[in-house]
């Protein structure tokens, strides 16, 4: 812009002054700033880091802030990196150059949070057809089932299963943003197919009952039998 100039007391010649604003200028080194995205996630998160200025007469130095390495770092102007390890992170950025129209050699910091998932697990079962067992998962704070074929509900920690056949369920498990899965199978054992042969007894007699279809037997009431447990029991008649 233009401004009216003046001698010393406003006495003497008058000129026109050409004043030019720059406006790549940034009017302090206190502006810049650094973003983070995500700020919080679980181990194996991708971060990216943004300064609030760029341009090519700066020099960006960054550290991600892990300890106990030096391949943390990079020279680039919007870096990435992956945090694989769990805990808290004190990521800089040294700026060097002109900046806010003079030099600057300035630290930027921003917290990076990185949690583990959490560990879920539900350990396979086996039932036999008609039953119902009773899953609980353990490991996160929150849980969703699937599928939901066979099971009372989808949600919680606890939850009540009666498939009818053989079925393979995954669970995810959730703390704060971190989520991991368990996947368990419920075997459903088909109710064996009894077969007992029917002999014909007489007053005094005995009679020998033979049962087929299943590997242990009960047989009740056992007062006239020889036996309560066994595939092959007698039957006496009194």
Do not use: H
């Amino acid at each position: 812009f233009w401004k009216l100039g003046t001698t010393a007391g406003g006495i003497g010649s008058s000129a026109l002054m050409r004043y030019v604003i720059d406006p790549t200028c940034v009017p302090s080194s206190t502006n810049l700033s650094v973003t983070a995205n995500p700020l919080s996630g679980c181990t194996g998160m991708n971060v990216t880091f943004t300064p609030s200025v760029v341009s090519g007469a700066i020099d960006y130095q960054w550290d991600f802030g892990v300890p106990g390495i030096t391949t943390d770092t990079s020279s680039l102007t919007n870096p990435a990196y992956t945090y694989t390890t769990a805990g808290t992170y004190t990521a800089q950025l040294i700026v060097l150059g002109n900046i806010g129209c003079g030099s600057t050699n300035d630290t930027l910091t921003v917290t990076i949070t990185v949690a583990d998932p959490p560990s879920v697990q539900v350990d396979d079962t086996t039932l036999c057809a008609g039953e119902t067992v009773t899953l609980t998962a353990t490991g996160a704070a929150t849980y969703l089932w699937s599928p939901a074929a066979g099971l009372n509900t989808t949600v919680g920690a606890t939850v009540q299963a009666s498939p009818t056949v053989t079925t393979t369920y995954i669970v995810t498990g959730t703390t704060g943003a971190c989520s991991s899965a368990d996947t368990f199978v419920i075997t459903v054992n088909p109710l064996p197919a009894i077969t007992v042969n029917s002999p014909t007894i007489c007053p005094q007699g005995n009679a020998t009952l033979t049962a087929n279809g299943a590997d242990i037997y009960s047989w009740t009431p056992a007062a006239t039998l020889s036996s309560s447990t066994g595939s092959t029991v007698t039957a006496v008649s009194y």
